[in-house]
């Protein structure tokens, strides 16, 4: 392939065509503190594959592992075991180099399994129909504001302060370039907040969380009720899938739109990514959901067929007419989330939730009895807050020394909120050994003390 490098005259002329003077101010949103001052020196040149291999696994074995050492991470992104017949089943040629179902009658597979996709988190969050997925649960949260503002017409939604500092972060940035309006409540780390005086006419939508960050959980039932007597929309939010193998459905709740995130199942962290995001909906509001969505049907002999019955993304219609701007859904995450979930059925997905809160329990119950720890959640799934009585973030540097992943600091989420410095999540997976729990509380005692 040749390589033709752009002339100073070509920069110019794209610079003057987007109505910037310079590179630089390209990067006017970025902060100084983090820009570099000087041209990069250090840059290797040409080397040879082995030793690309060699200096990438050097770098990557920088890092520990959550299922090398003891772990108790979470905050949004789980880790569970994925049985190994999800990897090979995803790695077959037919879903691996899949693309796009344009052409339905030649992706029968990929279709079929959307369609199973979209049935299953519509039986978990208890709603009428989901569609395809999305990116992942904070994307899919600030499309479920944007998606409310459309079915009200209103412009203001009101975001608990026990969601996802991150989905929060999301929405916000979608509301500076939407012009929309965003009222974020204070953290909510006992679990006190009543957002029911905050729903006025103006109100599109109320977006909660549950479990929430801090991990306790709620009823939303009356907060939805009062969402409909002003006709606002009731947003639930979950970042960990399995909760919905144990508790009462948002759906149950009342509520109009549910999102999420559906790593916990059949996607490991990988890193942070890439993950897969749930969004499900009323009946009702079909044709104002993001995404697209699968459907079943007959061909011209009878024979059952899938089709994609509905695609409102601008890559399929005029960008203007679009429900959302997201181009893609994590196909081939929402394909490990299908076989997981498949393999599991209801009555393993129902053993697998009640592992996770069993082993949390007992977490919960031996951390309570160290001296300077204090646990603060009166309810749970598999995921609780803890105050220390030194700063949560030396604590986890120092437990990790010792190779031990002990939470997750929750200031490191709120660096803008020093009083919150005290703060660690802990998450308990059915991967927690007997062996990693004592590792953790052996730990803990002899930092503390």
């Given at each position: ?25 390209l990067y006017c949103d970025v902060p100084d503190s983090v820009l570099l001052d000087k041209a990069v020196e250090t840059l290797p040149t040409v080397r040879g594959e082995m030793e690309v291999d060699r200096a990438i696994s050097a770098m990557a074995a920088k890092n520990t592992g959550a299922n090398a050492v003891p772990s108790f991470l979470g905050a949004g992104l789980y880790h569970h075991h994925v049985p190994a017949t999800v990897d090979y089943m995803i790695q077959r040629g037919e879903f691996l180099t899949s693309y796009t179902p344009y052409q339905p009658e030649v992706s029968q597979g990929t279709l079929q399994y959307l369609f199973e996709f979209q049935t299953q988190v519509a039986m978990l969050t208890g709603m009428d129909i989901a569609n395809a997925s999305m ?315």
């Amino acid at each position: 392939m040749r390589y033709l490098p752009l002339s100073e005259e070509d920069r110019k002329d794209m610079l003057e065509a987007i109505g910037v003077s310079s590179i630089d101010e390209l990067y006017c949103d970025v902060p100084d503190s983090v820009l570099l001052d000087k041209a990069v020196e250090t840059l290797p040149t040409v080397r040879g594959e082995m030793e690309v291999d060699r200096a990438i696994s050097a770098m990557a074995a920088k890092n520990t592992g959550a299922n090398a050492v003891p772990s108790f991470l979470g905050a949004g992104l789980y880790h569970h075991h994925v049985p190994a017949t999800v990897d090979y089943m995803i790695q077959r040629g037919e879903f691996l180099t899949s693309y796009t179902p344009y052409q339905p009658e030649v992706s029968q597979g990929t279709l079929q399994y959307l369609f199973e996709f979209q049935t299953q988190v519509a039986m978990l969050t208890g709603m009428d129909i989901a569609n395809a997925s999305m990116y992942d649960g904070a994307t899919a949260c600030a499309e479920a504001v944007l998606m409310a503002n459309r079915v009200t017409k209103r412009n203001k939604a009101i975001l608990s302060g026990g969601l996802h500092p991150h989905y929060r972060d999301v929405t916000r940035t979608h509301a500076h370039f939407n012009e929309f309006d965003v009222i974020s409540a204070e953290p909510d780390v006992d679990n006190v907040e009543d957002l029911i005086d905050l729903i006025d006419d103006e109100t599109s939508c109320v977006v909660v969380q549950t479990p929430s960050f801090f991990g306790h959980l709620n009823d939303y039932t009356k907060l939805g009720e009062a969402c409909h007597a002003k006709k606002a929309l009731l947003v639930v939010v979950f970042t960990e899938v399995l909760s919905l193998g144990a508790l009462k459905t948002p759906g149950e709740m009342g509520a109009d739109i549910v999102v999420g995130e559906g790593q916990s199942v059949g996607n490991a962290l990988n890193f942070g990514g890439p993950t897969v995001g749930l969004f499900a909906v009323r009946k009702k509001y079909l044709r104002q959901m993001p995404g697209r969505v699968c459907g079943e049907t007959v061909d011209a002999d009878g024979r059952r067929g899938y089709v994609l019955t509905l695609s409102t993304r601008e890559q399929h219609i005029r960008r203007e007419k679009a429900t959302s701007n997201i181009c893609t859904n994590s196909g081939l995450c929402a394909l490990a989330f299908n076989i997981h979930m498949t393999l599991l059925g209801e009555e393993g997905l129902t053993k697998l939730s009640a592992l996770n809160h069993a082993r949390a329990c007992q977490v919960a119950d031996k951390l309570a009895e160290i001296d300077g720890v204090d646990v603060l959640n009166e309810t749970f799934f598999n995921e609780f807050t803890v105050r220390l009585n030194k700063s949560a973030s030396a604590v986890i540097d120092r437990l990790a020394e010792k190779n031990v992943l002990a939470g997750v600091p929750v200031r490191r989420l709120y660096q803008d909120r020093p009083e919150l410095d005290d703060l660690m999540l802990v998450a308990v997976t059915e991967t927690a050994t007997d062996e990693d729990i004592d590792a953790l509380v052996a730990a803990l005692k002899e930092e503390l003390s």
